[in-house]
């Protein structure tokens, strides 16, 4: 399976932008997906994660800003990041952590090649 995430760019403070990861290949199910965020110098960290019936946790940090949600029948998942901050700059990236093919073979820890989110005025 691959990960594709799309939907980051350069936004001002308190601006607004939804990202996307859309898994391709002949997909099953997939179990919880994850948003994480990697800062230059820092490490990553998890921004969100959403099970496959739904449940969704969050960092402090965008509690109340972000929402995590996903599309099973798209095997897509989404971030919508509100009240941008500085603070969110980083390279966003999502993960997925079980794939289960239509096969029956299953993949685990899979993970997207990023896009870069910029809160700058």
């Known amino acids: 399976v691959q990960l594709q995430a799309s939907g980051g760019g350069l936004v001002q403070p308190g601006g607004s932008l939804r990202l996307s990861c859309t898994a391709s290949g002949n997909i099953a199910s997939i179990d919880s997906m994850g948003w994480y965020r990697q800062a230059p110098g820092k490490q990553r960290e998890l921004v969100a994660i959403i099970g496959s019936g739904g449940r969704d946790n969050y960092a402090d940090s965008v509690k109340g800003r972000f929402t995590i949600s996903r599309d099973n029948v798209k095997n897509t998942m989404y971030l919508q990041m509100n009240s941008l901050k500085p603070e969110d700059t980083a390279v966003y990236y999502c993960?997925?952590?079980?794939?289960?093919?239509?096969?029956?073979?299953?993949?685990?820890?899979?993970w997207g090649q990023g896009t870069q989110v910029t809160v700058s005025s």
């Open positions: 993960s997925a952590l079980k794939v289960v093919y239509a096969s029956g073979e299953y993949e685990y820890d899979i």
